[in-house]
């Protein structure tokens, strides 16, 4: 009897192989990648290049046709989102995965990170003195959105690695590379 108990005993600090094994196995299983600052500056520029492309085309169109600045600001924003997604869509669509899988998988990725850089991005925008009033041609056109753009990666980059640390955000796209 006393051996029996002993056998399933085991002293501190030493693990049994098979219990060990299976205890590793679990533990990788459910664990979550560090969200260091490398991966969450490395997604927020993911999502700033995508963001940029939109924004920029937005906002060349808009002003290009002369439109009114709410009109040019929309399309910027609607363009920034349907790029953004559309770079997280190309990478999971090539890891294999289905369409409606690979799109939802960029909406919970990218959602969060977009809103809060379009945000920014056009906040400051409209913030700073004549930067909706500047044409193509000025270089406050393209001096306030590259430093709007520097600002909303400055900004977002914390709000990336919380949601990494969370398994939430760009975590769900680390899982399919």
Partial sequence: MQHEAHAHHHEPGTHHPE???QHQGETHAHHQPAATWAMAAQATLHC???????????MVIGTAFG?????????????A?????????R????????????????L???????????????????LWPDAMDAELGDL?????????????FVVTTPVNKWTIGRGKGHAVVHQYH
């Fill in 81 to 89: 989102f349907f790029f953004g997604y559309s770079l997280t869509l």
């Fill in 19 to 21: 219990t060990h094994a």
């Fill in 108 to 126: 919970a990725a990218d959602t969060l990170s977009i809103a809060v850089m379009e945000l920014i991005d056009n906040g400051v925008i409209v």
């Fill in 48 to 58: 700033l290049t995508g963001c940029a492309i939109g924004e920029v085309l937005g």
């Fill in 140 to 152: 406050l056109f393209w001096g306030s959105l590259a430093l709007s753009l520097v600002i909303a």
């Fill in 91 to 106: 990478g999971v669509l090539r890891a294999g995965l289905g369409l409606r899988a690979a799109i939802r998988v960029a």
């Fill in 67 to 79: 439109w009114g600045n709410l009109p040019t600001t929309l399309l910027a924003i609607v363009l």
